[in-house]
């Protein structure tokens, strides 16, 4: 059966231990990001990333953001060339999503061919991340195309989809992560952060 645990301060610590030992088995976790609750699981589970597919009514073709710990694990995971470096240590921690082609260590259930990734600033994603010592899928908590998830009532919509619910209360309402491909170096998608922001940094 499902679970739904409040996150508080005191029980932090514990929680993530479980919800690594609940992502190292393949399951699938809902939990609070920067932006909004997100639906997650470690990449290489390879049938757990197209269950939160079929979750979201999301086509196979469309990928998944992944969110990683550090620029170290990003190169890893991703074909790093200057100008996705060069952003990641201005914006990470933060809410800029770069786009760059991916090596085979993710599956390509996540994408055929790229990656979408950033470093969250979300204090429990980050401790989570250095924890599970993995990439973790980060896509927001909706039916594809529909409003994300902020609070404890439309987790309620949710609720029995994931293995493990971290219940952090009323998130703020945020604007998603900016996309920006660094191997055509454009904006694909403006949100929190500004495009001529990013633009301007790389002249």
């Known amino acids: ?57 999301r086509t196979k073709k469309k990928s998944m953001l992944v969110l990683i710990d550090s620029i170290n694990s990003m190169k890893k995971y991703a074909e790093i060339n200057s100008t996705a470096l060069k952003l990641s240590r201005k914006f990470h921690p933060g ?54 998830a902020y609070n404890s009532i439309d987790l309620k919509k949710f609720e029995g989809k994931a293995d493990l619910v971290i219940d952090a209360g009323n998130l703020r309402k945020a604007k998603p992560s900016t996309l920006f491909d660094s191997r055509s170096n454009k904006i694909i998608r403006e949100g929190a952060i500004q495009g001529n922001k990013i633009l301007n940094f790389l002249k």
């Open 95 to 148: 809410q800029l999503t770069i786009i760059a082609d991916k090596k085979n260590s993710i599956p390509r259930e996540v994408n055929e061919k790229e990656i979408a990734f950033r470093i969250p600033k979300n204090n429990f994603c980050l401790k989570l991340l250095k924890k599970i010592k993995e990439p973790l899928i980060s896509t927001s908590l909706n039916l594809s195309g529909k409003k994300s």
């Open 1 to 57: 059966m499902p679970l739904r645990i409040k996150l508080t301060k005191k029980n932090e610590k514990e929680l993530i231990d479980l919800t690594s030992a609940v992502l190292h088995s393949g399951g699938i976790i809902i939990y609070p990001t920067d932006s909004s609750y997100g639906l997650g699981c470690i990449p290489k589970f390879k049938e757990s990333v197209k269950k939160i597919k079929r979750i979201k009514k």
